[in-house]
């Protein structure tokens, strides 16, 4: 069974950065496209960005130059770069695993999860 582990949330202020890791298990890594999802009480779970197996990425507009995505096949690892974080940036986020070496903005498209890290920004 596919597991990932995310890790590198917490409380950041208005402005400031956090890099977000998730580590896969269980799988050949470098065979799937990843993506990073958040969600905040009462809404769903958004697309935030994917890095396909090949490495081409792509974001969502809210996110588009503040973020970036990146993976180390080697260590079998995803990241997720947050910077000039804002209040809104506040969320859940979790990392998932596409079905494909391609990547998708919408949920379906992966069918393995993490447990989510929290990010809060503080104004």
């Known amino acids: 069974q596919v597991q990932l582990v995310e890790s590198g949330g917490g409380l950041v202020q208005t402005g400031g950065s956090v890099r977000l890791s998730c580590t896969a298990s269980?799988?050949?890594?470098?065979?799937?496209?990843m993506g990073w999802f958040r969600q905040t009480p009462g809404k769903e779970r958004e697309f935030v960005a994917f890095?396909?197996?090949?490495?081409?990425?792509f974001y969502a507009d809210s996110v588009k130059g503040r973020f970036t995505i990146s993976r180390d096949n080697a260590k079998n690892t995803m990241y997720l770069q947050m910077n000039s974080l804002e209040p809104e940036d506040t969320a859940n986020y979790y990392c998932?695993?596409?079905?494909?070496?391609?990547?998708?903005?919408?949920?379906?498209?992966?069918?393995?999860w993490g447990q989510g890290t929290q990010v809060t920004v503080s104004s």
């Open positions: 890095i396909s197996s090949g490495s081409s990425t």
């Open positions: 998932a695993k596409s079905r494909t070496g391609y990547g998708y903005t919408t949920r379906g498209s992966y069918d393995s």
């Open positions: 269980r799988l050949p890594f470098s065979n799937y496209a």
